[in-house]
């Protein structure tokens, strides 16, 4: 069974720094840049996430929550290392890490056992 594409829209300041950030969150290059736009398309973790600048980003109060299930807990290593690499902050739980994009939109990246590739969940 294929997993449903989800879309993603992220309000940041500065859309390359951003997409640096998610270059290491997802291991995956940005698909384009148009503009004030970048857009990652993915088909492990079934997502297109679109960074669109916009000058007050930093200023919205975050209430939502991403987590990026992974099926291989070496993934979770995988990604911790590359975040710490673009100085990504992080916090260790027992089942993953918790990080900010450079906008202050909280992700998780967690272990989930029987999961198959990647996905992404919102909280």
Same mark, same amino acid.
Do not use: N
């Given at each position: 069974?294929?997993?449903? &594409?989800?879309?993603?829209? /992220?309000? +940041?300041?500065?859309?390359d720094e951003?997409? @640096?950030?998610?270059? *290491? %969150?997802?291991?995956?290059?940005?698909t384009r840049?148009?503009?004030?736009?970048?857009?990652?398309?993915?088909?492990?973790?079934?997502?297109?996430?679109?960074?669109?600048?916009?000058?007050s980003a930093?200023?919205?109060?975050? &209430?939502?929550?991403?987590? /990026?299930? +992974?099926?291989?807990?070496?993934?979770?290593? @995988?990604?911790?290392? *590359? %975040?710490?690499?673009?100085?990504?902050?992080?916090?260790?739980?027992?089942?993953?890490?918790?990080?900010?994009?450079?906008?202050?939109?909280?992700?998780?990246?967690?272990?989930?056992?029987?999961?198959?590739?990647?996905?992404?969940?919102?909280?």
């Amino acid at each position: 069974m294929k997993l449903a &594409t989800l879309l993603i829209e /992220l309000r +940041v300041e500065c859309a390359d720094e951003s997409a @640096a950030f998610y270059e *290491a %969150l997802l291991g995956a290059s940005r698909t384009r840049r148009d503009g004030r736009q970048v857009v990652f398309e993915l088909e492990s973790p079934p997502i297109v996430l679109t960074l669109t600048e916009s000058p007050s980003a930093g200023l919205r109060k975050r &209430t939502v929550q991403y987590v /990026l299930l +992974v099926s291989e807990p070496e993934q979770i290593g @995988a990604a911790a290392v *590359a %975040l710490r690499r673009r100085r990504a902050t992080l916090r260790l739980h027992d089942e993953g890490i918790e990080t900010q994009d450079p906008d202050g939109h909280p992700w998780r990246v967690r272990f989930a056992p029987g999961t198959k590739g990647r996905t992404v969940m919102v909280q």
